[in-house]
């Protein structure tokens, strides 16, 4: 597994963006996988995990009705579509796959690197 996440910008509060998980080697379709972010001072903390078929999510409290986890296996792609973001979802935003295929908050080992996420006021 290889990951790539991308589609961070510079975003005013209440808009949207899509973050994208690309698996370059095209071997995470039987893994969960989930994204987490991380602010400058702070730990990384879990946003949402999605099941190796898209049949289960689950999210951070947080991002509950504003975040939106989805997969295309067909383009081994995991997608974040972020709506009416606020100042406080300022973060590095990480992909990772989990060795089982359960969506779950804890767990990962195979991580990408991250996508800056800035929302402004």
């Known amino acids: 597994v290889q990951l790539q996440a991308s589609g961070g910008g510079l975003v005013q509060a209440g808009g949207s963006l899509r973050l994208s998980c690309a698996d370059s080697?095209?071997?995470?379709?039987?893994?969960?996988v989930g994204w987490f972010r991380q602010s400058p001072g702070k730990e990384r903390e879990f946003v949402a995990a999605i099941s190796w078929n898209g049949g289960n999510t689950f999210y951070a409290d947080s991002v509950k009705g504003r975040f939106t986890i989805s997969r295309d296996r067909a383009k081994n792609t995991v997608y974040l579509q972020m709506n009416n973001l606020k100042l406080e979802d300022t973060a590095v935003y990480y992909c990772?796959?989990?060795?089982?295929?359960?969506?779950?908050?804890?767990?990962?080992?195979?991580w990408g690197q991250g996508t800056q996420v800035t929302v402004s006021s």
């Open positions: 990772a796959a989990h060795p089982r295929s359960v969506a779950q908050s804890y767990g990962y080992i195979y």
């Open positions: 080697k095209r071997t995470f379709s039987n893994n969960a």
